[in-house]
């Protein structure tokens, strides 16, 4: 079976640009969340989407945006790029369905490195 | 709000023992995961627990306290490839997973 893919690995952007990055969850799974982690917040979740509708949304400014598309791969956009910006964006899928506790299993991130 | 604390780096000896402590406060609790996170990699699943207790699993274990909200995870026999983060997830009322910081275990021969 294969894994969550997350595309790019790395990007470089400079302040004020925007950028997308994708998400292919693991086969049946039609749970994705989205993570930015940095050295000093740790974990910080953005946004998790389940058969294409939001579930959930953490604390971060609207720059800030997802979709999710029929087939559960989905798609984390950022606009006008912030130097503080600069993370490591992970997406995990899981077979999540309504009062059912389950695992997440990681993609291995995109790099966003903020100029 | 919600809270999950651990600490943010801890030091131990290949062979010994450690325990990584997390506290939770959430709203409402649906039990508690710990994952492992090697340097440049993706997280990956160690343990669940929602009853309280000790769970044993090879030479990590994780313990639960609901009345105290708080969990252990327990590394025994430590080997250089337990050098990573360790981070703590609670579950809550809405089945949200809510992420401490991560605990940096740093093994030295």
């Known amino acids: 079976k294969a894994g969550v893919t997350q595309t790019p690995r790395y990007l470089i952007k400079t302040r004020g640009q925007q950028v997308t990055l994708s998400c292919s969850p693991i086969?049946?799974?039609?749970?994705v969340s989205w993570y930015q982690q940095t050295p000093g917040q740790g974990l910080q979740f953005l946004f998790e989407?389940?058969?294409?509708?939001?579930?959930n949304k953490g604390n971060f400014p609207g720059r800030f945006s997802g979709r999710q598309f029929s087939n559960s791969r989905s798609e984390m956009n950022v606009s006008t790029l912030e130097l503080g910006d600069s993370a490591l964006y992970l997406c995990?899928?899981?077979?999540?369905?309504?009062?059912?506790?389950?695992?997440?299993?990681f993609g291995q991130g995109t790099r966003l490195t903020v100029v | 709000g919600q809270n999950i604390d651990q600490p943010t780096e801890m030091t131990a000896t290949e062979g010994a023992i450690v325990q990584i402590n997390c506290t939770y406060q959430t709203s409402g609790f649906n039990g508690l995961f710990w994952y492992q996170q090697h340097a440049g990699e993706a997280p990956t699943f160690l343990s669940y627990n929602v009853l309280d207790g000790l769970e044993e699993k090879g030479r990590f274990s994780s313990f639960l306290s609901r009345s105290k909200g708080y969990s252990y995870l327990l590394l025994k026999e430590l080997q250089m490839k337990d050098s990573a983060s360790y981070l703590c997830a609670s579950v809550d009322s809405n089945y949200q997973l809510i992420w401490g910081a991560g605990t940096k275990l740093i093994i030295k021969p």
């Open positions: 995990a899928s899981s077979p999540w369905s309504i009062g059912k506790v389950t695992e997440a299993f």
């Open positions: 086969s049946g799974h039609r749970s």
């Open positions: 989407y389940f058969s294409e509708t939001q579930r």
